[in-house]
């Protein structure tokens, strides 16, 4: 299997610092960089290019680097594939998992919950931002399953569908705009706080914006916050408008605290895909764990 030697090459090439690989192995950095030197010396190759005090991979570092990847990926399908043969519920394996906010927090605890109870020798690392992070993550081997909003779908990932949502407009119940329902022109005049660019959610407000010939531009954004939680905490304390997953604001509509404020001809809904890269579809793991989340979901 992977020597720590490559695993410590590894946590370099991924961090591009001896001291960062250092403290994520718990390792002291000159032993981070003995490890380096001995697989230089056994490839007979370079494989960071020191630039003061920077590095970066060589084309030797780059290719072992993704031989590595790949070896990775097969070590822990092995791991998993013979775990099952005797006993499914004593499956072990490590799943990495990464979520938009929406699903990441309000939609996922429950299912986690249940998947590690029926899989208790599985460990689930769940990595939760925004969507273009998350399909980012993917794409650079950090993720092994993604769960995101998906506007535009790439030839290197593979797409499963999962669940929708609706996003809808929100205020304070102590704003002026509770009780009130906005046509379209209204919208345009009336303070709004945004998501941050990436967020699945102002993607989907966009979009849905945009097929009634509205641009960013128009809109009076007052502030634009980064994540669901402060989005919400923000439009709690404050009177503006802002645009909420369902999911995020159940108690809060619930309780009365924020008020649903409905905007002619405006829909926002989005739908929320698996992905996982071109190739790994075969990983036991993944593809479990998508079955278990649509029973729950």
Avoid: W
Wanted: hydrophobic fraction near 40%; charge should be positive.
């Amino acid at each position: 299997m992977i020597s720590f030697s490559h695993r410590v090459f590894m946590e370099v090439a991924a961090n591009l610092s001896f001291s960062k690989a250092a403290q994520v192995l718990f390792v002291t950095q000159p032993a981070i960089s003995k490890h380096v030197k001995a697989l230089e010396d056994q490839y007979k190759v370079p494989l960071f290019e020191r630039k003061g005090n920077s590095i970066l991979l060589t084309e030797a570092g780059k290719r072992l680097n993704e031989y590595l990847l790949q070896a990775t990926e097969i070590e822990r399908k092995i791991e998993y594939d013979l775990s099952v043969l005797s006993n499914v519920s004593q499956a072990a394996g490590h799943l990495r998992l990464g979520a938009s906010t929406t699903i990441a927090l309000y939609i996922l605890p429950s299912i986690l919950s249940g998947f590690q109870r029926e899989y208790a020798n599985v460990h689930v690392q769940l990595v939760n931002r925004n969507s273009e992070y998350i399909l980012s993550a993917l794409l650079n081997h950090e993720v092994d399953i993604g769960i995101i909003e998906v506007d535009n779908k790439l030839t290197t990932v593979s797409y499963n569908p999962f669940m929708s949502d609706e996003v809808i407009p929100v205020c304070s119940s102590k704003s002026p705009l509770a009780g009130k329902s906005l046509t379209l022109k209204q919208l345009l005049k009336t303070p709004v706080a945004l998501r941050e660019r990436g967020s699945g959610t102002l993607n989907a407000l966009l979009k849905s914006l945009s097929d009634h010939h509205i641009k960013p531009a128009d809109l009076s954004v007052k502030i634009r916050l980064g994540g669901t939680e402060a989005l919400k905490n923000f439009l709690l304390a404050d009177q503006c408008l802002g645009f909420m997953p369902r999911p995020s604001i159940i108690r809060q509509l619930a309780e009365g605290d924020l008020v649903e404020v409905p905007i002619e001809g405006l829909k926002i809904t989005r739908d929320f895909y698996f992905i996982r890269r071109k190739g790994t579809e075969d990983f036991g793991l993944t593809s479990n764990f998508m079955k278990y989340a649509l029973q729950y979901v």
